[in-house]
């Protein structure tokens, strides 16, 4: 198994990006993984998205709810990019059939027709 794989199988990833300066911040976040990429979905306004704009270099580690990194994690180095309208819906629809609080989120939303944050799709190539 490679470790894409690793990392497409785990529930969580610690995605680090990188501050103008060269410090490393690491955000865990839910994931999908179709055709090699890895996608995330993000309010469009956090900063994990604006440090992207500033340098697209990331490292995707498996790791917990909370962010804590196991020893001998999988991980791996990757381009990341920000995506379109379309791209993002595609991986808000990946990442609602890999996690059920997503469909969750997504049904209230709609019913009870709620005001949503802008959000953007980030795609991670390794």
Same mark, same amino acid.
Request: hydrophobic share 40%.
């Given at each position: 198994?490679?470790?894409?794989?690793?990392?497409?199988?785990?529930?969580?990833?610690?995605?680090?990006?990188?501050?103008?300066?060269?410090?490393?911040?690491?955000?865990? %976040?839910?994931?999908?993984?179709?055709?090699?990429?890895?996608?995330? %979905?993000?309010?469009?306004?956090? /900063?994990?998205?604006? =440090?992207?704009?500033?340098?697209?270099? %990331?490292?995707?580690?498996?790791?917990?709810?909370?962010?804590?990194?196991?020893?001998?994690?999988?991980?791996?180095?990757?381009?990341? =990019?920000?995506?379109?309208?379309?791209?993002?819906?595609?991986?808000?629809?990946?990442?609602?059939?890999?996690?059920?609080?997503?469909?969750?989120?997504? /049904?209230?939303?709609?019913?009870?027709?709620?005001?949503?944050?802008? %959000?953007?799709?980030?795609?991670?190539?390794?």
């Amino acid at each position: 198994m490679t470790v894409v794989d690793e990392i497409g199988r785990s529930k969580y990833v610690s995605l680090t990006t990188y501050r103008k300066d060269g410090t490393g911040v690491a955000t865990p %976040v839910w994931h999908a993984v179709n055709g090699g990429e890895l996608f995330v %979905v993000s309010d469009a306004e956090a /900063w994990k998205v604006k =440090r992207i704009r500033n340098n697209s270099h %990331v490292v995707v580690t498996v790791c917990g709810v909370r962010g804590k990194i196991a020893p001998g994690a999988p991980s791996a180095q990757g381009t990341a =990019r920000l995506l379109d309208e379309a791209d993002t819906e595609t991986g808000r629809t990946l990442l609602a059939r890999k996690y059920v609080l997503s469909r969750m989120g997504n /049904w209230l939303t709609k019913t009870l027709h709620l005001r949503r944050r802008p %959000v953007i799709g980030i795609a991670v190539t390794f």
